[in-house]
Structure formats: C-alpha cells, structure tokens
C-alpha cells in the first residue's frame, strides 16, 4: 500500500511559480512510476507529469511544457511539481498518484496505470 500526502498549493498570481510536493508513506515508493493530474473546475481530470521510478524518465502534457518540471527524491519518498510562469488556466486541484505497477519501464499516462491517490491540492492562478 501506498498513502500519498500532497501540500505546496495555493493562490497565487500569474507568472508566479508553486512548487508542489507528494510525500508517500509505504516500502514501496521507490519501484513506483509517479504521476500529477489535475481537474480544473467543472472538467475531468488530466494528466499533468510523470515520472519513471528511477527518475530517468519524464513526460509532460503539451500545456505545460518548458513551464513545469517533475522530480522525485526516492531517499524522501517524495516526488515535487515545480510549475513556473503560472496561468490562469493552470487553476486546479492537483493530485499526485502512485503507479499500480513496480518497476514499470516507462512512465505511466492514464489514471488507469494508477492505483494510489493523494487528496489533492487547490492551486489557484489569478490574472
């Protein structure tokens, strides 16, 4: 089992940068892919970044691009969403979730892959 804490969110104002933080509790952090997905108001969840468990591979939804980066500190047992250059539509709940598979050798996209869910964490980008 995995149980997964966000924290980091928050208002802020376009252009500013959050950087948000999944910390994991169980054994088995290290062996797991690791995803941010995000539902912005009144729409379905999507993904944001992942990450492979050895931290080799990332990806990132074309949105975001150049603007967030995806990182994880296995010693930690933590993954982080730097976001840079905020815009309002990057207003959301974000949520970090941990692969159902170990030792996947690419990284995962849909959050069907996933089996463990953070409750997420409201960011908010003003204009």
């Known amino acids: 089992q995995v149980q997964l804490v966000e924290s980091g969110g928050g208002l802020v104002q376009a252009g500013d940068s959050l950087r948000l933080s999944c910390a994991a509790s169980g054994r088995t952090f290290s062996s797991r892919a690791m995803g941010w997905f995000r539902q912005p108001p009144g729409k379905e969840r999507e993904f944001v970044a992942a990450?492979?468990?050895?931290?080799?591979?990332?990806s990132y939804t074309d949105s975001v691009k150049g603007r967030f980066t995806i990182s994880r500190d296995n010693a930690k047992n933590t993954v982080y969403l730097q976001m840079n250059s905020l815009k309002p539509e990057d207003t959301a709940v974000y949520s970090c979730a941990a692969d159902q598979t170990q030792w996947r050798s690419r990284v995962a996209y849909s959050t069907y892959d996933y089996d463990y869910w953070g409750q997420g964490t409201q960011v908010t980008v003003s204009s």
């Open positions: 990450i492979t468990w050895s931290g080799t591979s990332t």
